[in-house]
């Protein structure tokens, strides 16, 4: 007979969340959330669970393949969705005549990818979208890339650690048309294309060869993932290109926002959901140790695909698992673990009183205040202090209540001021 279990681990790729791993999260959201805010974003969000038909998409996408889904009690076809732009897309699809455009929206959503593990990788993650709605000018990709730097640097990641890889689309797809591959074809090579590195280019030349492709044709479009510069791309694509002058428009551009430094033309960024029309992008540490930390683009056609109006739309995803690997890895703890508030905690019983007072001041001028419950000796008090996320502890003792002040203790520097009591105990 089965012995019953007594111990449950969380399903695997899923994370439990305990009060040291949430300021660590905290700090990433909160820098997130700040970044959304310091460049005109609103928030918004949906329900986790999606209905299955507006997730699955056709083209071989991995992400189609990855989706967590079942049936409800009624038989309906639901998912736990895997990104947050379908929702999106359909979101304002159903409101389009009242909505004002563009649309700057934001949202920290929990997504589920039932995927291969592996470093950063995870079956459940958080992703920060960003996205711009109704407005076709390049300035909405430098809004979103210099938001995106913007958080970056809000948790204290310097432009040393990471760069960001830029591509157009539409630059693959004039290219491909001039190595005579039609049109009806560039999705399926863009999302084979965007699997090297992850599969062996046999495998990729063999789902080109499915499409239909012929063998020069397949030869040229591995030939274009060699072009290494801006230039050399110029030069393929000729000096009409209205690709090559949107990438060259938007590194001009990211000179003003002061994030050009950080900024990398590569040819091979493709993207793996099929959305995509322009602009694409993704970062990387500069190590490249990591998965990528953010990818997004252009894609307007998605409106269209979910019943509404054409309309332009370009964002970005970026998830929680591998910045935050990044963050233990290029940042010290202590940057990392910010403390703020105040631990206050009493002696005997007999100042109990005081203590629920001051705590109680302290919380009017919204300060965050963590009460001890009971009387503690200063030893047990001061070591669950140091264990905990404050940065000030204020310890009343007999005499402090007689004098009518205590001592408010910077738990990093050990500096101590003084802080009033009031007079009744
Ligand atoms: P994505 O590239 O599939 O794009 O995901 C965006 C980011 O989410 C990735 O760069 C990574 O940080 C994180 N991420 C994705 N899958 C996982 C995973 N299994 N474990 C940990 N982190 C993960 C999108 O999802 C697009 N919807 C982004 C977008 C928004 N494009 C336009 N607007």
């Known amino acids: 007979m089965n012995k019953p279990k007594t111990s449950f681990a969380p399903p695997r790729g899923m994370r439990d969340f305990y009060p040291a791993d949430m300021r660590q999260r905290n700090l990433v959201f909160d820098a997130w959330r700040g970044a959304a805010l310091a460049y005109g974003f609103e928030p918004y969000d949906a329900c986790v669970v999606e209905s299955l038909d507006l997730l699955q998409r056709k083209s071989g996408e991995e992400v189609a393949e990855q989706i967590y889904h079942f049936e409800d009690k009624s038989g309906r076809r639901l998912a736990l969705r895997p990104e947050m732009t379908p929702t999106l897309a359909r979101m304002i699809a159903a409101r389009q005549g009242a909505l004002k455009f563009p649309l700057k929206w934001f949202t920290l959503a929990q997504c589920f990818r039932y995927e291969r593990m592996t470093r950063g990788r995870k079956r459940e993650h958080y992703q920060w979208n960003l996205d711009i709605v109704g407005e076709a000018a390049l300035s909405a990709e430098l809004e979103i890339l210099a938001a995106a730097v913007a958080a970056l640097k809000a948790m204290g990641l310097t432009d040393k650690i990471y760069n960001i890889h830029v591509n157009n689309r539409a630059l693959l797809a004039e290219l491909l048309a001039k190595s005579g591959i039609s049109e009806n074809h560039h999705a399926a090579v863009f999302l084979a294309l965007d699997k090297r590195g992850k599969t062996g280019d046999d495998e990729i030349k063999a789902l080109l060869e499915k499409e239909g492709l012929p063998a020069q044709a397949i030869t040229e479009t591995f030939n274009l993932l060699a072009v290494e510069s801006l230039e050399q791309a110029a030069e393929l694509a000729g000096p009409e290109s209205p690709a090559i002058a949107a990438l060259k428009e938007l590194f001009e551009l990211a000179e003003i926002y002061g994030i050009s430094a950080n900024l990398r033309f590569d040819i091979s960024v493709i993207r793996g959901l099929a959305y995509y029309t322009g602009i694409v992008f993704e970062a990387f540490d500069a190590k490249r140790q990591f998965r990528a930390i953010f990818g997004g683009g252009r894609y307007d056609n998605l409106l269209t695909a979910v019943g509404g109006a ?116």
């Open 310 to 425: 054409p309309t332009p739309a370009v964002g970005l995803g970026f998830g929680d698992v591998v910045i935050m690997e990044i963050i233990n890895e290029y940042q010290s703890a202590t940057e990392a673990d910010k403390r703020n508030g105040v631990i206050v905690g009493y002696m005997f019983p007999e100042q109990r009183c005081s203590a629920m007072r001051l705590a109680d001041s302290l919380r009017s001028q919204r300060c965050n205040v963590d009460l001890m419950l009971t009387a503690l000796k200063p030893k047990q008090f001061f070591t669950r202090a140091g264990n905990s996320s404050a940065a000030e502890a204020v310890f009343i003792g007999p005499d402090d209540v007689e004098r009518g002040f205590a001592y408010r203790k910077d738990l990093a520097t050990r500096h101590q001021r003084e802080i009033a009591l009031s007079g009744r105990t």
